[in-house]
């Protein structure tokens, strides 16, 4: 319950009128019931609620049109004849069965900054058009410098967007540097949007890493229907550390003709515009961008794979380190090339096991296949009665072996003993030539020895 229903419990609690002229005069019944029969049955009904209620006109003429065409009634699932059914045939009420009408939250399937606790020095910085310095840039070129300078995430919240110089920088920021761009538009301004869109002749691949969804304003809910109303939000974020907002809008007239500020924070004034975006893409619709723009949606052909995450994974994916570790760069985590590219290597181990599955069975078959030729091998003792010798043929043929093998190990010592005998005389017929040549100089070298010792 809210926390007014709880106050009304309380026995001691009285309930205070609000008047209009205290500050917190916010909701009127007696408002409420005038503003029904202006869109149900006209200005004229309107004017009567009012001097009934004893109420002041509280519209202007645009209101009265504006509220007029922002009605709609709600849809009566019985109308034509059709009756709403559950899963199981079951006939549904109109009451509210959460089981039924509760849709999914649209993840951040692209990813979403990390910056939760600290987000750099709080700033604040005021630009206007008309300029109030002379060297002070102009609206857009604050907008353009914010989205070119982009390294993780692009979020934008307009009611209108026509400038097409600024979604140009945009694209080129998603598509040449795969930076996840969001963007959430009025309901009334997709059209316009999509108009811009069509005129720029965008492909497949440049739109790839964006996502545009809708959305309305808070409504009026009344027992007939709704009034719906607009989104008059404007700012842009970048990376989580950088806010631009105010009245601008990203159209030509706004940045040249109308009169405009725009207000640029930083640091921890940012926390308040990441959580606002995120519960606006919470509520918003999607917008089939490939299917208004008439491209063929790689998703759909099986080229990539769309691959949806809860917002705190998606996060992840555009950290550096998370990157380092799946062995892709930064925001490649959740882009088709990274996906591609891991599909790719497992078609390639794919490859490999089978062609060595194929080498083994291969390798099986030949042992199989492949006639042996086993040594004979004499029958051991056993087997003498079956194949009918006597122990004494077989003890000769042992002693036979035996002597065999004595005669050639005699004979290797006598090669080695004739070997060493040649060698010991060859050394002594060395030694004995060697001496013999000193004794038998000639008297003449002797002679001139002799000579020159005397001189």
């Known amino acids: 319950m809210a926390e007014s229903q709880v106050l009304l419990l309380d026995e001691s609690h009285v309930n205070e009128k609000v008047t209009e002229a205290q500050a917190r005069f916010y909701y009127s019944e007696e408002q409420r019931r005038a503003l029904e029969a202006l869109v149900t049955r006209g200005e004229a009904a309107y004017r009567e609620a009012?001097?009934?209620?004893?109420?002041?006109?509280?519209?202007?003429?645009?209101?009265?049109?504006?509220?007029?065409?922002?009605?709609?009634?709600?849809?009566?699932?019985?109308?034509?004849?059709?009756?709403?059914?559950?899963?199981?045939?079951?006939?549904l009420s109109l009451a509210y069965w959460p089981e039924c009408s509760d849709t999914e939250v649209p993840p951040l399937d692209l990813g979403w900054t990390d910056k939760t606790f600290y987000r750099g020095i709080s700033r604040v910085a005021l630009f206007t058009h008309p300029r109030k310095e002379e060297g002070a840039p102009h609206l857009k070129e604050v907008v353009r410098e914010m989205?070119?300078?982009?390294?993780?995430?692009?979020?934008?919240?307009?009611?209108?967007?026509?400038?097409?110089?600024?979604?140009?920088?945009?694209?080129?920021?998603?598509?040449?540097?795969?930076?996840?761009?969001?963007?959430?538009?009025?309901?009334?301004?997709?059209?316009?949007?999509?108009e811009m869109c069509r005129c720029l002749d965008l492909s497949d691949l440049q739109i790839r890493n964006i996502r545009i969804r809708s959305v309305t304003g808070v409504g009026f809910y009344m027992p007939a229907g709704k009034i719906r109303g607009t989104l008059a939000s404007r700012f842009l974020m970048v990376d989580g550390e950088k806010v631009a907002t105010g009245s601008y809008s990203f159209t030509w007239s706004s940045s040249h003709i109308d009169r405009n500020i725009l207000l640029v924070l930083t640091g921890q004034h940012v926390e308040m515009f990441d959580v606002e975006f995120r519960e606006l893409y919470a509520i918003s619709e999607e917008v089939n961008f490939y299917k208004e723009l008439g491209i063929a949606n790689p998703f759909l052909l099986g080229i990539g794979k769309p691959g949806l995450h809860s917002s705190t994974v998606a996060r992840k994916f555009i950290n550096p380190k998370y990157g380092l570790v799946a062995g892709a760069t930064r925001g490649d985590m959740m882009l088709w090339a990274s996906r591609h590219r891991q599909d790719n290597q497992g078609n390639m181990e794919k490859e490999e096991t089978s062609e060595s599955k194929k080498r083994l069975n291969q390798f099986l078959n030949d042992l199989i296949t492949l006639e042996q030729e086993f040594p004979e091998i004499d029958p051991p003792l056993e087997n003498l009665n079956k194949l009918n010798r006597s122990p004494q043929k077989l003890f000769s043929r042992l002693h036979v072996d035996l002597k065999n093998k004595s005669k050639?190990?005699?004979?290797?010592?006598?090669?080695?003993?004739?070997?060493?005998?040649?060698?010991?005389?060859?050394?002594?017929?060395?030694?004995?030539?060697?001496?013999?040549?000193k004794a038998k100089r000639s008297p003449?070298?002797?002679?001139?020895?002799?000579?020159?010792?005397?001189?």
């Open 50 to 91: 009012l001097r009934k209620e004893r109420l002041r006109d509280f519209l202007s003429s645009r209101e009265l049109q504006a509220l007029r065409g922002g009605w709609r009634g709600y849809d009566d699932p019985r109308e034509g004849g059709k009756v709403a059914r559950g899963p199981g045939g079951e006939t």
């Open 147 to 194: 989205i070119q300078q982009a390294q993780k995430i692009i979020a934008v919240v307009m009611d209108v967007f026509t400038d097409r110089d600024i979604f140009r920088d945009i694209v080129d920021a998603a598509y040449k540097r795969w930076i996840p761009v969001y963007i959430i538009l009025d309901e009334e301004g997709v059209k316009l949007f999509l």
């Open 408 to 437: 050639s190990r005699e004979s290797i010592r006598d090669v080695k003993k004739d070997d060493a005998q040649a060698n010991s005389k060859q050394g002594k017929r060395f030694a004995s030539g060697l001496f013999s040549r």
């Open 444 to 455: 003449g070298s002797s002679i001139e020895a002799n000579s020159f010792a005397s001189e």
